[in-house]
């Protein structure tokens, strides 16, 4: 079934303007990667620096635009090796392009943390950051928790939201491609559009499809037991 409802869903929390906010003055800082990953780079790229195939990653939606998402999930390079605070993070592709990173932290190696230590943690990479004044709107998590944007960090052409779930509590870091995510709203907007319209017929040809499964089934039962059968 397609996701695109849920992909609406994830990509809604990282669109909503910040109403209400404290704009601190932002130093010159590059808003442009998460780490080593560049936003707007192709597939093949991202898929090289994690070390897997591109053919790992899994389609969203296929229409009107291809959506696929590559997870990857960061592991200390041996034993005394740094802790690795982020548990999973996910790359979205618009048509081949990066336009968004979603940083899930591991909530054993963040245990504690308050959001104003993740705030002054990444303010080191990415400047100082717009806080809220009031408590940004929280929306429904994929899991029924309650998620806000907690502080954000951007420029003209990207942006960065750290996203507070009530569950654990726990955080994750969203970057996205800022030109990208009309776009990006459009298609899914137009796949579920697409998707409603062609219900119809596709729950005609489903029934269809099971009437024939079931025809066969019993005209195979009924070539296998009609020689048996005795009165």
Request: with cysteine; proline share 6%; glycine share 4%.
């Amino acid at each position: 079934m397609p996701r695109f409802a849920e992909a609406a869903k994830r990509l809604l929390l990282t669109s909503l303007p910040l109403l209400g906010v404290v704009w601190a003055a932002t130093s010159a800082k590059d808003l442009s990667k998460y780490r080593t990953f560049q936003l707007g780079a192709d597939l093949a790229t991202i898929a090289k620096q994690v070390r897997v195939s591109p053919s790992q990653a899994k389609a969203i939606q296929r229409r009107p635009a291809l959506i696929q998402e590559l997870v990857w999930r960061p592991q200390p390079l041996g034993p005394s090796s740094q802790a690795e605070s982020a548990n999973e993070v996910v790359f979205s592709f618009f048509d081949g392009e990066l336009f968004r990173v979603a940083i899930a932290y591991d909530r054993y190696e963040t245990e504690g943390l308050t959001a104003d230590d993740f705030i002054e943690s990444i303010s080191a990479t990415y400047g100082l950051a717009e806080i809220p004044a009031n408590p940004a709107n929280a929306v429904q998590g994929s899991y029924g928790d309650q998620e806000e944007i907690v502080a954000r960090w951007q420029d003209p052409q990207y942006c960065f939201d750290l996203i507070r779930s009530s569950y654990g509590p726990t955080f994750r870091l969203v970057g996205v491609l800022k030109r990208l995510r009309a776009p990006v709203q459009a298609a899914i907007t137009e796949a579920k559009r697409l998707d409603d319209q062609e219900a119809p017929q596709r729950d005609v040809e489903r029934k269809a499809d099971e009437k024939e499964i079931e025809r066969a089934k019993l005209e195979k039962s009924r070539l296998l037991n009609k020689p048996r059968f005795r009165p």
